[in-house]
C-alpha cells in the first residue's frame, strides 16, 4: 500500500487558513488533493491535520475534498505521520504539504518511481535543489518512518518530519534532479499573501485545470514579471 499523507492546518501565522484560500474556484487543499491523487502507483490520499477545534473544518473540506483524514499533534508532525501510515496500513509513505497547490504529479511519480527501483529507504527532490519550490515530495518506507518515531528526539525533527532520515546513518537515500535545467530559484509554494497572488495569477493563464510543472514553467517563462511577484520571500 502506497499512500500520500499531506499536512494541514489552519495555524499558519503568516496566512491564517492558507489552505482553505479560493484558488480558480476550489479551495488550495482540494487544488493538493486532486494532484496527489494522479500520482501514478499511489493507492491512497490521506491528510494529516491537528486535532484542536480550529482544524475541525480543516478535517471537513479534506474529506469532501476525497481524501481520508488522521488527527494528531498540531506540533509534532512525525507523530501525525505515524498514526495517518498505521491507520492506512501503509508500507511506502509519500509527503507533501498543503500548501503546495501547483505540485506536479508527473515529478512526484518520479520520486516514487526513484524509491521503489532503488530499493531506498528514503528518496526526494530536494537534495541537491533543482525543482521550483512547491514541488517538494519525499518519499520514505514505512520501516524508516518507524525508526524514525522511536529515535528521533529533538522538537525539530519532530515537526519537520524527515530531517532525521536524511542525516542519520544506516538510511539508503536517493534523489531526482530535474533533468533539463535548475529552476530552485521559482517559489511555487503558499506562505504570504503575495504566494496566493502569484498563484491566482499563474491559475488566470493557464490553459488546464490542473495546469503542469511544463506549463507553468511556460507561463512564467512568457510572462517572468509573474515570478516577481513573491521572488523575494523566503
Not at 486532486?34 to 471537513?60: H, M, N, S
Not at 512525525?78 to 496500513?89: D, E, F, T, V
Not at 509527503?95 to 528514503?122: K, M
Not at 518515531?149 to 522538537?155: G, L, R
Amino acid at each position: 500500500m502506497n499512500i500520500v499523507v499531506i499536512q494541514a492546518r489552519m495555524g499558519s501565522s503568516r496566512l491564517p487558513g492558507k489552505v482553505l484560500q479560493e484558488l480558480a474556484g476550489r479551495t488550495v487543499l482540494e487544488h493538493v488533493v486532486r494532484r496527489a491523487e494522479r500520482i501514478a502507483g499511489i493507492d491512497a490520499v490521506w491528510c494529516a491535520i491537528p486535532d484542536l477545534d480550529k482544524d475541525d473544518e480543516l478535517a471537513t473540506a479534506a474529506e469532501q475534498a476525497g481524501a481520508r483524514v488522521f488527527r494528531g499533534s498540531e506540533n509534532n508532525v512525525l507523530q501525525r505521520y505515524y498514526g495517518a501510515a498505521a491507520a492506512a496500513g501503509a508500507d511506502v509513505v509519500m509527503r507533501i504539504t498543503a500548501d503546495c497547490p501547483l505540485l506536479d504529479w508527473e515529478v512526484s511519480g518520479a520520486v516514487l518511481s526513484e524509491f521503489l527501483s532503488g530499493n531506498l529507504d528514503y528518496a526526494s527532490n530536494l537534495e541537491p535543489r533543482s525543482w521550483p519550490k512547491g514541488l517538494d515530495t519525499e518519499v520514505f518506507s514505512r520501516a524508516a518512518l518507524e525508526r524514525t518515531q522511536k529515535e528521533a528526539v529533538s522538537d525539530y525533527d519532530r515537526e519537520h518530519v524527515t530531517p532525521f532520515m536524511r542525516a542519520q546513518a544506516g538510511f539508503k537515500r536517493g534523489g531526482v534532479v530535474c533533468a533539463d535545467g535548475d529552476y530552485s530559484t521559482w517559489r511555487w509554494t503558499l506562505d504570504y499573501p503575495q504566494d496566493l497572488l502569484f498563484c491566482r495569477q499563474v491559475m488566470e493563464r493557464a490553459r488546464s485545470e490542473l495546469p503542469s510543472f511544463a506549463e507553468v514553467r511556460e507561463i512564467l517563462e512568457r510572462e517572468p514579471e509573474i515570478a516577481g511577484v513573491n521572488a523575494h520571500l523566503t
